[in-house]
């Protein structure tokens, strides 16, 4: 497919693979599902965001006690509809930090005016059970804990389960932002009872930006009415709305939503969760297993990192520039990520969207060229960052 925009011609397969977490690089029928103008109103467009939701639920096996309310707009408003319309105005969450989305999340909590306590772990540790244990033991005032379930900024996978398990044995509500991990690493209500659960269009479903969507207990959202400070970021109103109508309370992205429901039908041929887990760990092990061999240093110790995206230490050699490198690597088909730590120069390769195996390869050569165009011969990090 080819046709002409004001931004040049666009000829499909030719745009560079996006190795970044969201927005990522969708199948082309993914795209091409964008290619008509839906009435919000319509019946047909109102069975599509009825069948989004009901395959969501699915994913998570909710069951009849779990509902899934969509939200416009990044996965941000999703995570601020929810942290508002879930906790109580007289409520306290433990927000568990370790890079920006925890960070972020206690952000919104200042804004919102909702008292919170935060474990931050810095950059890249994980916020282990023993530590929130502690936390809930000795502050009987917290009614939520708030975890982020990979925390993109750094890669790392939290240890889900752990902290879910903690947090039901004191009897406290869980919510989960798992942006960037749902649909790819399986969380299922059993194992997770999870009060709400939050991702996003454009992360591992594979779909394009426009929406962000809340999975969360029924008996939560009935229990949400009045919580919200704002209207458009209302879920117990979204929800009331959605389930008496059929439609969104405002202006939906309608191609968004089309075009999602086209990605989760990939999701499921692709074998559902695990699946899509499959092929984005072997995308993992091709492209970290690479980097180490030519001598990059990866952030994290092997059980923490994700099959989402992982950090590596920029190089010490003198000739790296990072945004050399970048517009190297980006002449070669492939665009990556800035790092995002606090204390080290470092730079993220995500694995999720469109990419297998063959592509990774195809990065590991453009790295190496990239370097070697640059004339950099010492891949290791200064000395004393790990
Ligand atoms: C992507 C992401 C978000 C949401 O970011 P937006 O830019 O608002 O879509 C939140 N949390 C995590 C962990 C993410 O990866």
């Known amino acids: 497919m080819q046709y002409s925009t004001s931004q040049g011609d666009y000829i499909m397969g030719e745009e560079p693979y996006l190795l970044t977490p969201g927005p990522l690089t969708t199948a082309a029928s993914t795209k091409a599902a964008m290619l008509k103008d839906w009435g919000s109103w319509d019946g047909d467009f109102k069975a599509v965001t009825a069948e989004i939701r009901a395959r969501l639920v699915a994913m998570c096996e909710g069951g009849d006690a779990y509902d899934c309310v969509p939200m416009q707009g990044s996965g941000t408003f999703a995570v601020e ?42 950059d890249y540790l ?10 809930l033991k000795n502050d009987k005032a917290i009614t939520h804990v708030l975890a982020v379930h990979c925390e993109t900024s750094s890669g790392i996978l939290n240890p889900l389960k752990g902290i879910s398990d903690v947090t039901m044995k004191h009897g406290r509500k869980l919510i989960v932002d798992s942006m960037s991990a749902f649909g790819a690493v399986p969380v299922t209500v ?120 992982t950090t590596f230490f920029s190089p010490d050699d003198e000739k ?42 195809g990065v590991l050569k453009a790295i190496a060229e990239s370097c070697a165009a640059m004339g950099v011969t010492n891949f290791a990090p200064p000395a004393g960052v790990k």
């Open 81 to 122: 509809a929810a942290l508002s319309s879930f906790i109580p105005k007289d409520g306290k969450a433990l927000v568990l930090m370790n890079g920006a989305y925890g960070k972020r999340a206690g952000k919104i909590l200042e804004y919102i005016g909702r008292d919170f306590v935060s474990l931050d772990k810095g």
């Open 126 to 135: 994980p916020p282990m059970p023993e530590e929130i244990d502690e936390i």
């Open 190 to 309: 059993d194992e997770i009872p999870f009060e709400a659960l939050v991702s996003s269009a454009n992360k591992c479903i594979e779909g394009v930006p426009g929406f962000g969507f809340v999975l969360a207990k029924k008996s939560a959202l009935e229990a949400s009415k009045g919580n919200c400070h704002s209207l458009s970021l209302d879920l117990y109103d979204q929800w009331i709305y959605m389930n008496t109508s059929g439609q969104w309370r405002f202006t939906p992205p309608t191609h968004t939503v089309v075009a999602f429901l086209e990605a989760l039908r990939l999701h499921e041929a692709e074998g559902g969760v695990a699946g899509r887990l499959k092929r984005y760990s072997q995308n993992r092990d091709t492209l970290v297993g690479g980097m180490k061999e030519m001598g990059f240093v990866p952030l994290l110790d092997e059980m923490w990192l994700s099959p989402i995206i």
């Open 320 to 361: 790296f520039d990072f945004t050399r490198f970048y517009d190297e690597i980006k002449s070669r088909g492939f665009i990556i990520y800035p790092g995002k730590l606090t204390e080290a120069e470092s730079f993220r390769i995500g694995f999720i969207g469109a990419l297998d195996k063959s592509v990774m390869e």
